[in-house]
């Protein structure tokens, strides 16, 4: 299938749409814009292979949560989704136009949505601990710079006594950041799920590592501070647990990229920044 060719009619029968116009590619899927019987639009999303992959149990999440906070599931298969459409702006978009400190606040403010009524933890999600072995297990080339050897045998120490002190554990949007919340007409809503269980404190550590597209900002230790304040307090965790969770969080997509052997990643110095900032009174 090319990125412009359309869905198969019989996706389009299975789920009542119509009307598919492609709008994007992922690594995983493709994306089209869709209306449903009543003429409401949607997203069809359809992914390459013959199941969902790692983004399975996050659907199985979206429909616990049926629309509080997220955008509403109206159908899938093994392969393919069809979601609410939100044709707003993305929380990273106010970031990189500027409005960072909104977009800040507008995202702990989706992340009280989707956690605010408890929920029964789908039987499909992971716990975090299945996540980080891919931390653990990270081997460290010869060519790794000492610096980024030393910041990723940190990470791994903040893992080990996060995970050995997990409290308050709930079901996870689990990729919950600034391009993972757009606006649709019931407010922002959050979107692709990956969807995992551990410490709810966790949900909000992807999100310093984020936007895209705002490297710099996303480096700076006041940035870094400020939100881990706003964040806190706002999302009723921890402080230091908080940057904790951010640094090791950095690491494991570190570990995810490095295709076997660590040699040179791109986070190098945004982990040593998050660190630094996680060990300041450390109290866990």
């Known amino acids: 299938m090319t990125a412009r060719q359309d869905p198969h009619p019989e996706i389009l029968r299975i789920f009542g749409i119509k009307s598919a116009r492609f709008v994007a590619e992922t690594g995983l899927a493709k994306i089209w814009k869709v209306y449903r019987e009543g003429g409401e639009p949607a997203a069809l999303k359809i992914y390459h292979g013959s199941d969902m992959r790692n983004e399975a149990a996050g659907f199985d999440l979206l429909h616990a949560w049926n629309g509080r ?169 921890d402080r230091q647990r908080l940057l904790a969770w951010a640094a090791a969080k950095c690491a494991l997509s570190i570990a995810w990229r490095s295709d076997g052997a660590l040699e040179q990643d791109q986070e190098f110095d945004l982990l040593a920044a998050l660190i630094a900032a996680a060990d300041a009174h450390r109290i866990f």
Do not use: M
């Open 69 to 237: 906070g997220a955008a509403r599931l109206y159908g899938r298969t093994a392969n393919a989704a069809v979601l609410e459409w939100l044709d707003g702006e993305a929380l990273g978009d106010l970031t990189r136009s500027g409005r960072d400190d909104e977009a800040n606040a507008r995202l702990v403010d989706v992340a009280n949505t989707l956690h605010a009524v408890t929920i029964p933890a789908p039987a499909t999600l992971p716990r975090l601990t299945d996540w980080f072995a891919g931390l653990f297990d990270l081997r460290v080339a010869n060519t790794c710079p000492a610096e980024a050897c030393a910041a990723i045998a940190a990470a791994q120490r903040f893992a080990r006594d996060l995970l050995a002190t997990e409290h308050d554990i709930v079901p996870l949007h689990g990729d919950l950041h600034h391009d993972n919340i757009r606006l649709g007409e019931r407010g922002y809503c959050a979107f692709d799920a990956k969807g995992v269980l551990g410490e709810r404190t966790y949900e909000l550590a992807n999100a310093f590592r984020n936007p895209k597209g705002a490297e710099d900002l996303v480096r700076d230790n006041k940035r870094i501070a400020a939100i881990a304040d706003l964040w806190s307090e706002r999302f009723n965790v």
